[in-house]
């Protein structure tokens, strides 16, 4: 079974751009979360998506957003780069949107704003 | 507070010797997941081990062992036999149950060097 697979794995923007990150699940797996990694805050959480529905959202700004699609294949979109966004964004699947289930990460973008 | 605190910023082991990660969680819901994750210098994050809040013992991966201790909150990871290929970072995370919202909280990390 194919992992979660994200793309592209490194991207270059300069700020005021906008970008978009794509996350393909593992095969069957119905929700979709988003992770921002920094040095400085560590993980945080962005927002997780269940059937096409967003469930929770993490304490970010608007530019932040995202989607699913109903194959379950997600994006994510951060318009107005800062440089601050610069950042390892991580997506994880699983199941369904539940305590017990796993979340498993796909390899990430690193994302780098000039 | 803090959902998931790990208090060890960096640890050091021999190799072949067991190690102990430690993780503290706070939460309100009595439905809730802990797990454990590693991250190599390379980014992914590795699923290790998962307990749950109503499991009655203690869950076990291989080398890897989780001494869940419900009430005092805390959810340790043990590695026995120590690798080289351990060395990484380990994250302690949580997930809450539908009463709050099925959030999932991560830690700061442990970062752990395996000496030869």
């Known amino acids: 079974k194919a992992g979660v697979t994200q793309t592209p794995r490194y991207l270059i923007k300069t700020r005021g751009q906008q970008v978009t990150l794509s996350c393909s699940p593992i095969s069957g797996h119905r929700s979709v979360s988003w992770y921002q990694q920094t040095p400085g805050q560590g993980l945080q959480f962005l927002f997780e998506y269940f059937s096409e529905t967003q469930r929770n959202k993490g304490n970010f700004p608007g530019r932040f957003s995202g989607r699913q699609f109903s194959n379950s294949r997600s994006e994510m979109n951060v318009s107005t780069l800062e440089l601050g966004d610069s950042a390892l964004y991580l997506c994880a699947s699983s199941p369904r949107s539940m305590a017990k289930n796993i979340q498993y990460f796909g390899a990430g973008t690193r994302l780098s704003v000039l | 507070a803090q959902k998931i605190t790990q208090t060890q910023p960096g640890m050091f082991v021999q190799e072949k010797e067991a190690v102990t990660l430690d993780c503290t969680y706070d939460?309100?819901?009595?439905?809730?997941?802990l797990f454990w994750y590693k991250q190599p210098s390379s980014g992914e994050m590795i699923f290790l081990i998962y307990?749950?809040?109503?499991?009655?013992q203690n869950a076990t991966e291989g080398r890897y062992s989780l001494n869940f201790q419900k009430a005092r909150k805390s959810a340790n990871l043990v590695i026995s036999a120590s690798q080289l290929g351990d060395s990484a970072m380990y994250f302690c995370a949580m997930r809450e149950g539908p009463n709050t919202g099925n959030q999932f909280y991560f830690g700061t990390g442990t970062s752990l060097t395996v000496i030869p």
């Open positions: 307990q749950g809040s109503y499991d009655q």
């Open positions: 939460t309100s819901d009595p439905s809730y997941g």
